[in-house]
């Protein structure tokens, strides 16, 4: 069995548990910890698998896609070389951004999206030439912006909300300062906006031309829809700092403004398409900023 195939399988295995798991966690939400990391000053970290409803959607949406991808990939790329590292990129994309999306604490989900980013980044450059060495490059230089941000978030929340897991955010959020929130909220919102290539971290999208199509159909599996994933599972943070939502709305207006007016002007096919998901992208912050996470939600599956 190739690489591809064997990611395949493992893949579809997950998006196969992810759907059994749903109807559990809409019933009663598990919450399974297998440890806890001691962060110094900053508290303890939990490491493991919680589960609700929202996170069970998301994990689905992420081992779903990432499974079809898996299927498509193997015959998309048949023949060609390097195989073994694209292989191996996709499955550490797609189970860095599942590790995200069921995180019971903010080190964790830190962690898997900086790995599912980054591996998406290494993607791009499968052709090996200069220009896809180039796109990655770019890529990656967007992308760590807002990872650094998300980092700083957990920093924040640690030392000033007095709290690293995700599950106390909301009574965490409501008794410190606004100030504290507020700081918090803004690297949520940049962390977002670099993961969507909204305005001003938009031109990452546009490189990703250079990937093979199985890349570009991976992108919706919680990568470039980042900051809808972000605002559901750190909602109380975005909920209670209506200036942060207030800058996101207005880089999210632009986005629209901007991927709409390239999508009429750009020549090739790939490059309209990545303007049409930097307009949707936009729509997506739009949702964000006006504070309507079923509406978020909703968009995260059907772009997906």
Do not use: C
């Not at 599996?221 to 599972?233: D, P």
């Not at 790939?270 to 049409?276: M, Q, T, V, W, Y």
């Amino acid at each position: 069995m190739s690489s591809l195939r064997l990611v395949r399988t493992l893949l579809i295995l997950l998006a196969l548990t992810a759907l059994a798991v749903l109807p559990l966690a809409l019933r009663e939400p598990p919450r399974l910890i297998w440890g806890m990391l001691d962060l110094g000053p900053l508290g303890p970290a939990a490491v493991g698998v919680a589960v609700g409803a929202v996170p069970a959607f998301l994990l689905l949406l992420v081992t779903g896609i990432g499974a079809l991808v898996a299927a498509y990939s193997a015959r998309n790329l048949a023949g060609q070389h390097r195989l073994h590292r694209f292989a191996a990129l996709e499955l550490a994309a797609v189970l860095g951004l599942a590790t995200a999306v069921i995180a019971p604490s903010l080190p964790q989900l830190a962690f898997g999206w900086t790995v599912g980013g980054l591996s998406v980044a290494g993607l791009v450059a499968h052709a090996g030439t200069p220009a896809a060495r180039s796109s990655r490059r770019v890529m990656t230089g967007r992308l760590l912006i807002g990872d650094a941000a998300l980092w700083a978030a957990v920093v924040v929340s640690g030392l000033g909300l007095g709290t690293l897991d995700l599950g106390g955010l909301a009574s965490s959020a409501a008794t410190a300062s606004p100030a504290t929130v507020g700081l918090m909220a803004v690297l949520v919102v940049v962390a977002g906006v670099s993961r969507s290539a909204l305005v001003p971290l938009h031109r990452w999208l546009p490189e990703t031309a250079e990937a093979p199509s199985p890349v570009s159909a991976l992108l919706p599996a919680g990568l470039v829809n980042g900051v809808g994933v972000l605002a559901l599972l750190l909602w109380p943070v975005l909920d209670a700092s209506v200036p942060a939502r207030g800058v996101l709305l207005a880089l999210a207006v632009a986005t629209v403004l901007l991927g709409t007016a390239q999508m009429r002007t750009r020549p090739d096919v790939k490059g309209r398409l990545a303007a049409s998901t930097n307009a949707q992208m936009g729509y997506l912050g739009i949702q964000v900023a006006l504070g309507i996470p079923a509406a978020v939600l909703a968009h995260l599956v059907g772009h997906g």
